[in-house]
């Protein structure tokens, strides 16, 4: 999901800065881009106890891959706005939002499974006016640029789906439910059958259990 959120803000910043739309839709991409990596970092760190070493390497490596891609997207955009080639155009602006979208369902998967969702009201909220916002922006330029749009309502609707499941999970009564059951069994294997026994008392078992094979 991070990768692809990644990938696809790349791209979309590519086309906005190509299309010359408002600084702040060229800015905003960047700016989610950096906090996607900064949680594929996270996920290296804390998830799979990278070292620091290994952590500053891999991020140099995205920040790289980033800038070459970026700049080449860029240069594609502007050749293919020189060129006249709407076909192209429309391609390469609707790419970041079929990525952005891909990147959802990953997280769909985890609700369903989980029966659940676990992404707050605020961050889904902030996304859906963040989706809302930037297309009123688009009204306001010289010209209407329905293709950066999809890849603001495309996430309007996908955040509306992750509203819907919700409410529909909380109607069902396993919303927010699963950690809850989760660490409760866990803690109900073992736990069931009383106490856990201490070495002593194990070592004591074995050691009468041998008598009694030595008797036999």
């Not at 590519?14 to 700016?31: H, K, M, N, S, T």
């Not at 996270?42 to 500053?56: F, G, I, R």
């Not at 909380?170 to 803690?187: E, L, N, P």
């Not at 002593?200 to 074995?206: F, I, L, M, Q, Y």
Request: charged letters at 15%.
């Amino acid at each position: 999901m991070l990768y692809l959120w990644f990938a696809g803000n790349m791209l979309y910043g590519a086309y906005a800065a190509a299309e010359g739309l408002y600084f702040g839709l060229v800015i905003q991409p960047q700016l989610f881009a950096f906090f996607t990596l900064l949680n594929i970092l996270q996920v290296y760190w804390y998830a799979h106890k990278w070292s620091m070493a290994k952590t500053l390497v891999a991020c140099v490596v995205l920040c790289a891959a980033y800038a070459g891609l970026h700049v080449g997207f860029w240069q594609a955009d502007l050749r293919a706005i020189a060129d006249h080639r709407d076909s192209a155009v429309t391609f390469l602006g609707v790419l970041p939002a079929i990525f952005i979208a891909v990147g959802f369902f990953p997280e769909f998967y985890v609700c369903i499974k989980e029966q659940s969702v676990e992404m707050s009201n605020f961050f889904i909220m902030l996304d859906i006016l963040g989706g809302v916002f930037s297309t009123i922006s688009l009204a306001f330029d010289h010209t209407f640029d329905y293709v950066a749009s999809i890849t603001y309502l495309i996430v309007v609707l996908l955040d509306i789906v992750l509203v819907f499941m919700k409410v529909y999970f909380y109607i069902r009564g396993t919303q927010g439910k699963f950690g809850h059951r989760s660490s409760v069994d866990r803690s109900s294997t073992g736990s069931h059958r009383g106490p856990p026994r201490s070495s002593s008392e194990s070592d004591a078992n074995v050691e009468l259990k041998r008598i009694e094979e030595g008797r036999a």
